[in-house]
């Protein structure tokens, strides 16, 4: 084959238990850089258990999350120590949570939010901070003289997006994102899939994209994984998995979606 | 030039639909194809013959359940039916184009940056792969008002325009074309038809769907029947 | 002045404390001597005085102080106000030590708000007050949460405040409590003294003692060690400073109180450390033109 490069993130047999109770089981797959992995299904199918488990948010009960760092160095997440884990969750990695109240601090200013990671890894130059922030509001299309207000007086479209150059900021390799356009209006919806595309492009971002809305993952994920009581029922190509669901479970989830 | 690009063995694909009782269809039984580059080949047969199933296989959006598709990638020999999605996404990028029979619009997203997106995927810049985005879209006469505009509002044959000048900015090795004329006026037709042959002139080995008799005859190096695969499911 | 000897009360051990409570209490202080800004959990006692009256500082102050030792209170600078009088009177009485106004004479000096102008030196121990050792509670509310980020040195949020502050006011506004970093590693909260006072704690040659009565937390800054205030690049560390000098002894390097001296809403500037005050005084200093009051404008 041709392309011989190396995963950023290897899962193996990775598997979380609630009790008795499956969260997530056997799940395997490799992600490449540059590629961006939706997962669907129905809500309780364990999509947004993987996704966790997968962020270092989320102990699992068996299995392994080896990452690929920027000197190319494998890195076991859950056998690596917890300082560590946490540099590459405020440096390589972001999180895109469904609420932005989750994401964000609500009571300081936007530019502070979006600053915060730089100031995390160092940077002591106001004047440098303020303008990468207001910088990355123009990017995430917020106007900037916002960048002194909180995002208590944001629309739910400008929190998401705020909390999007908040995560971004920091160039980080791998976002993970749990249905980012969840609670908007579709008009708004579209504008935040437009921008998270754009961005993804340019920026040769690797992503994790959990949503029950196949037409997100259509236009965002290169790739697909089918979640289905826990268990991964089919992994493919998007438009693959869409357009030939072999699965009984998938034939179901795309024949159910409604056509406007 | 007859060294071949495109080498199908054996393409066997089967719909299963699990919800309706498990009916199996059958729809492309051992298929075997050898595309050389600069020819282009026709897929023919009535309605319901798989033409479509073979193009959507060829191009990795359909999953064959046997056989084997090889395509020419870089300067090796890569099996679509067995590469992993991001091998395949690769191979969409660099080697294989296709031209479905209907765009699908993202909202937002002017007609400009639609068709120039393909390049700036292979790394080249803005600035150079807008230009050839400009004048793919004046040959196929998308008026330069509407060119900024998404084009979910312009018209089927419009779209269908954006669609073709989308899957020809790149030159890629391999092009699948899936009735890219169907409609489309003289004119137009006409400048597809012009494009194709040049695609051939460089080498480009196609695979096409032409139900317009007049098109086929233009651009068609050989047929490929496909009656009797169906027959014989 | 000449120390106030209380008569000492009975059936009380010394310093109030029983040994083993002072046991315990200086476990923790050792600790949080060998772990320069780190806040050690100790179990704070009920105390005859109410949560906010210096619960923390007292508990450290009984666990230190011995009999040979003498004792100064202040609170805000001064030794005079109800604070300081009160615990002043609390250790006379539970312990008999000598007890003093003067910054120089003192072996421990309890502090609420200030730390004096006079240097300290390495035969002295500075007690302060905390009513919030964390500094990253205003961001953070789960304790969890903040240790793992001590632990882990994720101190980003602190300069999110400091950044919230030039945003809005166009420069860092804190002006106290301002965080420090110990010894290049810990944040600290400093409690609420003013950041003029900041640069003194580095390097100072004086043990430094923290004590929270409710939080229940006991941290220390042991003798000589670096102590820096955040800040950033192109907003450093500025510490505040008067356009008059003190109205009373005339110095223009103390920290100045502002007080309003009648119903027109004058007012003058004297020094807060008023043992500092009225040294300079009997040494002869004197504000240059008697005493600077500021006349309001007579209101309409």
Not at chain 2, 136 to 158: C, D, N, Q, Y
Request: glycine letters at 8%; charged letters at 25%.
């Amino acid at each position: 084959m041709t392309t011989l490069r190396h995963p950023l993130m290897q899962v193996r047999d990775l598997s979380k238990m609630y009790g008795a109770r499956t969260g997530c089981r056997d799940i395997d797959f490799d992600l490449y850089p540059g590629e961006v992995l939706g997962i669907v299904g129905e809500s309780g199918s364990g999509k947004t258990t993987l996704l966790n488990c997968l962020s270092a948010r989320l102990e699992p009960t068996s299995g392994s999350v080896i990452y690929q760092d920027r000197t190319g160095a494998d890195i076991d997440i859950y056998q690596a120590s917890e300082s560590r884990r946490r540099l590459l969750m405020r440096t390589d990695w972001g999180v895109v949570h469904q609420n932005p109240k989750d994401g964000l601090r609500m009571r300081v200013s936007a530019g502070a939010n979006v600053g915060e990671r730089l100031m995390a890894v160092g940077q002591r130059h106001y004047g440098d901070i303020r303008e990468t922030a207001t910088d990355w509001l123009g990017r995430v299309e917020i106007a900037e003289d916002r960048v002194d207000d909180k995002p208590l007086t944001f629309s739910g479209g400008m929190q998401q997006r705020l909390q999007i150059a908040r995560n971004l900021v920091s160039g980080p390799r791998l976002v993970f994102m749990d249905e980012p356009t969840g609670g908007l209006d579709v008009s708004v919806q579209a504008r935040l899939l437009d921008l998270l595309r754009r961005l993804v492009t340019d920026l040769g971002l690797s992503a994790v994209l959990v949503t029950h809305d196949l037409a997100v993952v259509r236009l965002l994920a290169h790739r697909l994984m089918v979640m289905h009581q826990g268990q991964v029922v089919e992994q493919g190509l998007t438009d693959q998995v869409l357009d030939d669901p072999q699965h009984a479970y998938t034939q179901l989830l795309v024949s159910s979606v409604l056509q406007p | 030039m007859t060294s071949p690009l495109l080498i199908v063995e054996n393409l066997h694909k089967t719909f299963t639909l699990h919800n309706q009782g498990g009916v199996v269809l059958p729809v492309l039984k051992g298929i075997d194809l050898t595309v050389n580059a600069g020819e282009c080949v026709v897929l023919h047969g009535p309605s319901g013959a798989g033409k479509s199933s073979l193009l959507r296989s060829l191009y990795a959006n359909y999953k064959p359940q046997q056989g084997q598709i090889r395509i020419r990638h870089d300067s090796d020999w890569m099996d679509l039916v067995a590469a992993a999605p991001h091998e395949i996404l690769d191979v969409r990028k660099k080697t294989l184009g296709y031209v479905s029979q209907f765009l699908r619009v993202i909202p937002r997203v002017s007609t400009l940056d639609i068709v120039s997106e393909p390049l700036r995927r292979l790394g080249i810049a803005a600035e150079q792969a807008e230009d050839k985005a400009r004048a793919l879209l004046s040959r196929l006469r998308i008026p330069e008002a509407m060119w900024s505009l998404a084009p979910a509002t312009f018209s089927g044959g419009e779209q269908q325009r954006v669609n073709i000048a989308h899957g020809f900015s790149v030159n890629y090795p391999v092009l699948l074309l899936d009735e890219p004329t169907a409609s489309l006026d003289a004119e137009n037709r006409q400048t597809v038809v012009d494009l194709i042959i040049e695609a051939k002139a460089r080498g480009t080995a196609i695979v096409g769907i032409f139900h317009d008799a007049d098109v086929r005859e233009l651009v068609a190096d050989r047929l490929f029947a496909m009656q009797a695969y169906k027959d014989a499911a | 002045m000449n120390p106030q000897q209380e008569t000492t009360l009975s059936g009380y051990n010394f310093a109030y404390l029983d040994e083993q409570t002072k046991r315990m209490i200086r476990r923790a202080i050792l600790k949080a001597v060998a772990i320069p800004g780190y806040q050690v959990p100790f179990g704070s006692r009920e105390m005859p005085l109410p949560y906010g009256w210096g619960t923390g500082g007292i508990q450290v102050t009984a666990a230190i102080i011995g009999a040979q030792d003498i004792l100064k209170v202040i609170d805000q600078g001064a030794d005079d106000t109800t604070n300081a009088v009160s615990i002043r009177k609390f250790f006379a009485r539970t312990t008999g030590v000598e007890t003093t106004d003067k910054t120089a004479r003192a072996t421990v000096i309890q502090t609420r708000h200030r730390i004096p102008e006079k240097p300290l030196t390495e035969n002295q121990i500075l007690v302060y007050q905390v009513p919030t050792p964390e500094p990253l509670r205003w961001l953070e509310p789960r304790e969890t949460e903040t240790r793992r980020m001590h632990a882990l040195e994720e101190y980003g949020v602190m300069h999110v405040k400091l950044y919230e502050d030039i945003a809005q006011y166009g420069r860092i506004s804190t002006s106290y409590d301002y965080p420090v970093q110990v010894n290049d590693r810990y944040i600290m909260a400093p409690s609420p003294i003013p950041k003029f006072d900041n640069p003194k704690m580095n390097e100072m040659p004086a043990l430094q003692l923290f004590g929270a009565g409710r939080e229940k937390r006991i941290y220390a800054i042991p003798p000589y060690t670096t102590v820096k205030s955040l800040d950033f690049d192109d907003h450093p560390f500025e510490v505040q400073a008067w356009d008059h000098s003190c109205a009373l002894c005339g110095a223009d390097d103390s920290f100045l109180d502002e007080v309003v001296v009648d119903n027109m809403g004058s007012r003058m500037f004297v020094c807060s450390d008023s043992d500092f005050c009225s040294e300079r005084r009997e040494a002869g200093h004197q504000s240059d033109g008697l005493p600077q009051v500021v006349v309001a404008q007579a209101a309409e």
